[in-house]
């Protein structure tokens, strides 16, 4: 269990952290730093390394998550309610996700490979909302999971 709880918090710290960083701190230092036309080249290579953290922290909180659920907890039915909340906005959580790294994110390569940075600053404003969506969703999960059980 221990182990399972350690790679689950890794996993969900280095998600959220990671969005938390790029929306509160990357984002307005790039807009101050960064000339427009190149913006999109900057977001485009950052979120190709982030998301493949993101793509194997969503592989470790699914496997950990419900191995905790069906080993510990002997079930969903065995879950307190903060687990199934917690559960039910990291599904939504990675259903945005998919979403990023599937449509706009793909338009975003696109604009880059093309050298459209108009277009690819477009996308670029369509993730951040989603990004911020999602970050909220993330610190929801994180304080719910921390504390949930003893709300």
């Known amino acids: 269990m221990s182990l399972a709880?350690?790679?689950h918090v890794l996993a969900a710290v280095i998600w959220v952290g990671g969005m938390f960083f790029a929306y509160m701190a990357m984002r307005p230092a790039v807009v101050e730093v960064i000339d427009s036309s190149q913006r999109g080249v900057l977001w485009c290579r950052t979120l190709s390394r982030f998301f493949r953290?993101?793509?194997a922290a969503v592989v470790l909180l699914l496997v950990t998550g419900y191995w905790m659920v069906f080993n510990v907890f002997g079930g969903m039915a065995g879950a307190g309610w903060h687990i199934?909340?917690?559960q039910g906005l990291g599904i939504v959580m990675m259903l945005l996700?998919?979403?990023v790294y599937f449509a706009p994110f793909r338009r975003l390569k696109q604009a880059v490979a093309n050298q459209?940075?108009?277009?690819?600053g477009r996308q670029v404003g369509q993730i951040r909302k989603l990004v911020g969506t999602n970050?909220?969703?993330g610190l929801i999960v994180v304080v719910i999971g921390a504390g949930g059980r003893y709300l």
């Open 5 to 7: 709880i350690a790679l």
């Open 53 to 55: 953290w993101v793509w």
């Open 84 to 86: 199934h909340v917690m």
């Open 97 to 99: 996700y998919f979403h």
């Open 116 to 120: 459209d940075p108009q277009e690819g």
């Open 135 to 137: 970050l909220i969703l």
